[in-house]
DNA sequence: ACATTTGTTAACCATCTGGTTAAACCTCTT
DNA sequence: AAGAGGTTTAACCAGATGGTTAACAAATGT
């Protein structure tokens, strides 16, 4: 039997659509079972409790972030070279996963000691190599000078945000899904260009 | 009796406290009533139903922001000045509402129909004369080309995102509560900084 | 073959939750 | 002082919800 097809797993990707969507409190336990199409009680044999189901569903959301952010934080390209990459690259896997960037803000959000859990956990982004390069990078004035810590959630700030606030920036810019597609799309360079813009000296 | 004693505005601001800190499937309606100081029955007395109660608080935080929105993007002043008020003003509302951005971005995202109530609604922000204004600015020179919607979302990401992911931030770069506050403190001129440097042209 | 462990189910349970009700309580008006 | 209208309360209710149990089935080891 295949790894796919093992109930604990089928309850983990039952428990995924219905957490991410509607979030801890609005998830209901039967619907996980409806979904994965077993007996409630299997959710508790195998989890024990709504909680730990929880948990095992957001620590696998959060592994599936992390890495990306550390590959490319982390490699030897210019300071530059990791925009671009980072840009593209979040935006489009951002776009297979629509639900998980306002998932992991929320319910981090609503229980803030909870990624004190994670912290511990191997592969949670480190920024010092990143910041590193940023300050080198302005001594040898190929940038302007700025905090790395700014420019870095300017960075997160300009991808993720479209993503959790795309009812509001659909609604403000009078876009349909398409259009507001098509928009998503074109930033994946565009938003490169800005920030770059904005840091390189010239 | 003033106006913020009377039952009905008790109810209104309890239940801000509740929904605001816990969203609307985590809120409980005895947990309102009780920092009401009144019984139960009085939230049904006035507003009928969870849901209604939840629409009367959301509106309300809606209204809150809306407005802030709109007087800065339809007042005369040139782009570079909007930026540099709106990510002034902004930034200091929204760290005396720190709960406002997470409710609202999320609990539009959960209920995306429900932002069509509030676009009938007068002062829905609209960004024509703010268009208007960017691109008349890239014709005359002044800015680099860049699409105003991209702008603008770009905008709401810098200003609206550290506050949506405050964990996430504090975590990614290792900031106490203080060190935070003096992040967000320094973002109000950073920020404009940073979007200025990019779209303007020299 | 038999016993032990592991997986699965239907039925059940205590508690919680939004909402209702009927009676009591004001606070005016006449 | 009595009636009328709105306001407030305690008690109650039906349905939902997370979790448990006991019996049963399927593997697994010996």
Redesign the pocket.
């Known amino acids: 039997m295949k790894k796919e097809e093992t ?1 604990e797993h089928q309850i983990l990707d039952a428990a995924k659509d219905v957490f991410q969507s509607k979030g801890m409190d609005g ?4 619907e996980i079972a409806d979904k994965a199409g ?5 959710l ?2 195998y989890y ?4 730990l189901l929880f948990e095992a569903v957001f620590k696998n959301a959060f592994s599936l972030l992390a890495p990306q952010l550390n590959t490319i934080l982390n490699d030897d390209s210019t300071v530059e070279d990791k925009i671009r990459n980072f840009t593209g690259d979040y935006t489009s896997f951002m776009m297979k996963h629509p639900y998980l960037p306002n998932f992991i803000i929320n319910e981090l959000y609503r229980n803030e000691d909870f990624i004190l859990k994670l912290k511990d956990n191997t592969g949670f982004p480190n920024l010092e190599k990143f910041k590193a390069s940023v300050d080198d990078e302005i001594n040898k004035g190929i940038l302007k000078p700025i905090d790395a810590d700014q420019l870095f959630v300017n960075i997160l700030a300009l991808n993720i945000f479209p993503f959790l606030g795309k009812p509001l920036v659909k609604a403000l810019t009078k876009k349909d899904e398409k259009e507001y597609k098509a928009f998503i799309e074109s930033r994946k360079t565009e938003v490169a260009n800005f920030i770059i813009n904005s840091i390189k000296q010239h």
Do not use: D, G, L, P
């Not at 998830?27 to 039967?30: K, L, S, Y």
């Not at 077993?38 to 299997?42: D, L, P, R, V």
């Not at 024990?48 to 909680?51: C, M, T, V, Y």
């Open positions: 109930t998830a209901r336990m039967q077993i007996n409630k009680a299997m508790h044999y024990r409790s709504k909680q």
